[in-house]
């Protein structure tokens, strides 16, 4: 069973930065395709960002709201997702989530794929940006 663990979530000033990462067990774990979530207080969860980790052209994809903003990458030697979030404001606090996914076609949209096509979740991590 394909594990994720979210670390890094805290409370940071209006402005500031974080990193989020995100681990997978077992190490062997075919997950090619990962992103993250989000899910503001009164709202669905909403895909916020994507990559496609496995051989090949790297494709990553934002949604418009954290742009310029949010950063995801992926070592491939740690099997490590990261979110490095800077700017942030308060309309950035919420859950965030790590999702991956065995399929390939997860990760070939223009923009993080909806909740359904996600195959394996984290617990998630709470970010607090304090205005």
């Known amino acids: 069973q394909v594990q994720l663990m979210e670390s890094g979530g805290g409370s940071v000033q209006s402005g500031g930065s974080l990193r989020l990462s995100c681990a997978v067990s077992p190490s062997t774990a075919y997950t090619p395709c990962m992103g993250w979530f989000r899910q503001i207080p009164g709202q669905d969860r909403e895909g916020i960002a994507a990559i496609y980790t496995g051989t090949g052209a790297e494709n990553i994809v934002y949604v418009d709201s954290v742009k310029g903003r949010f950063t995801i990458s992926h070592d491939s030697t740690s099997k490590t997702l990261y979110l490095q979030m800077d700017s942030l404001q308060s309309e950035d606090t919420a859950t965030y989530y790590c999702?991956?996914?065995?399929?390939?076609?997860?990760?070939?949209?223009?923009?993080?794929?909806?909740?359904?096509?996600?195959?394996?979740w984290g617990r998630g991590t709470q970010v607090t940006v304090r205005s």
């Open positions: 999702v991956a996914d065995r399929s390939t076609l997860t990760c070939s949209v223009p923009r993080p794929s909806p909740g359904p096509m996600w195959s394996y």
